[in-house]
Structures are given as C-alpha cells and as structure tokens.
T-cell receptor, first 117, second 109 residues
Framework: GAVVSQHPSRVICKSGTSVKIECRSL??????MFWYRQFPKKSLMLMAT?????????EQGVEKDKFLINHASLTLSTLTVTSAHPEDSSFYIC?????????????FGPGTRLTVL | RKEVEQDPGPFNVPEGATVAFNCTYS??????FFWYRQDCRKEPKLLMS???SGNEDGRFTAQLNRASQYISLLIRDSKLSDSATYLC??????????FGSGTRLLVRP
C-alpha cells in the first residue's frame, strides 16, 4: 500500500517556540493532504485540508495564523505550530489522498507527538 | 449532536467471542463509510470500507443501514490481536473524513 511518512515522530519543546512537522507521500503524488489532531482518548479532528499549490482550507475554530500549512510539492506538506503552548500538546497526524484509486481512500502518516512544556 | 457517534466501550470479551460495534451518523447525504482500527499511540489504519449491500472480509463483516443512518461492524472468533480502538468514519465533502471517537475492544485470553 501507499506509504506516508511524518517527521519528527516525537518532539518536546518549550512554550513559545515554533515546531515544524513534515508529511511526505513516499511512493505516490498527493494532490491533497489533510492534517488532523488527536487529544488523548478523543477522536481525530480535522484541522485543515492542504492542496498542492494553493492555500490551505482550515476547519472552523482552527487558527490559520497559529497553524501554518505549506504544500509546496505533490509529495510534501508541512504544518508549523507557531508560538506553541502546553494546550497545543497533542498527536498530529497527516493523511494523503492520491490521484488515482478510490477517491475517499486516504493514507495516514504515523503521527507526530508534540509535547509543549 | 456529534456527526458520528459510537459507544466508547470498552468491550471486554474472551478469545473466540463474537462482538459487534454500532455507529450512527447525522448527515443523511453521506456517501462513503469506513471502519478504521487504531492501536494505542499509532495512526489509524483502514480496516474496511462499508457498502450498502454489506461486505465481509474474513472474520469481519460490515453493514450499512442508510434509512437508520447506522453502521455496524461484526468481529467473529476474536483474537488477542484484535484488541484496539475501532473508529467509525464517514466521508464528508471534499474527501474529508469525519471520525467517531472510537470503540475500545479488549480481547482477553
């Protein structure tokens, strides 16, 4: 199956710093990537939809200036958590949708666990 | 009301048991439905898509009832390795996926 990677897998940072998370589709071109956040024992919540070459579309309640998304190529999308605070500590997961196959099949990355001290 | 609702469980069953999970969704216009499995601290993995006619994959059977906006997953002959959280997922507009909060399954020896 398709492979999606995320880097880093885990990050611990101080409050006020910015953290960049990369999401890469390794063996297919992803026109659309999605960024999710999951708090402990909660569901995955979609944060934003990232389309290659255009601005990301953010879900209601997600601050676009805090969560910067860049999708500069068909294989890479980045999420930058700016001025991170402890309440941003969460499991961030990306998924990528390819250009072929079932339209609704998304391939998930392994996730990035962010801890803000 | 949540868009996708599931009983959080946990369901604690012995090996070999049959267990069923249910899920309801609120948007009657939804067109695609899935069950995902998520292990602790891992990403979700697609278990199976759910079709109107119902579908089976080995020990797993999924059913969809559009009139009642209800999706089910049946696991037969439970294995220890089936212990995980099962996520009911509904496809939204623009290929978005809407996740339920998951049902936790514990299979004991």
């Amino acid at each position: 199956g398709a492979v999606v990677s995320q880097h880093p897998s885990r990050v611990i940072c101080k409050s006020g710093t910015s953290v960049k998370i990369e999401c890469r589709s390794l063996d297919f071109q992803a026109t659309t990537m999605f960024w999710y956040r999951q708090f402990p024992k909660k569901s995955l919540m979609l944060m934003a939809t990232s389309n290659e070459g255009s601005k990301a579309t953010y879900e209601q309640g997600v601050e676009k200036d805090k969560f910067l998304i860049n999708h500069a190529s068909l294989t890479l999308s980045t999420l930058t958590v700016t001025s991170a605070h402890p309440e941003d500590s969460s499991f961030y997961i990306c998924s990528a949708k390819g250009t072929s196959g079932r339209a609704d099949t998304q391939y998930f990355g392994p996730g990035t666990r962010l801890t803000v001290l | 009301r949540k868009e996708v609702e599931q009983d959080p469980g946990p369901f604690n069953v012995p090996e070999g048991a049959t267990v069923a999970f249910n899920c309801t969704y609120s948007n009657s216009a939804s067109q695609s439905f899935f069950w995902y499995r998520q292990d602790c601290r891992k990403e979700p993995k697609l278990l199976m898509s759910v079709y109107s006619s119902g579908n089976e994959d080995g020990r797993f059977t999924a059913q969809l009832n559009r009139a009642s906006q209800y999706i089910s997953l049946l696991i037969r002959d439970s294995k220890l390795s089936d212990s995980a959280t099962y996520l009911c997922v509904v496809g939204g507009s623009s290929y978005k996926l809407i996740f339920g909060s998951g049902t936790r399954l514990l299979v004991r020896p």
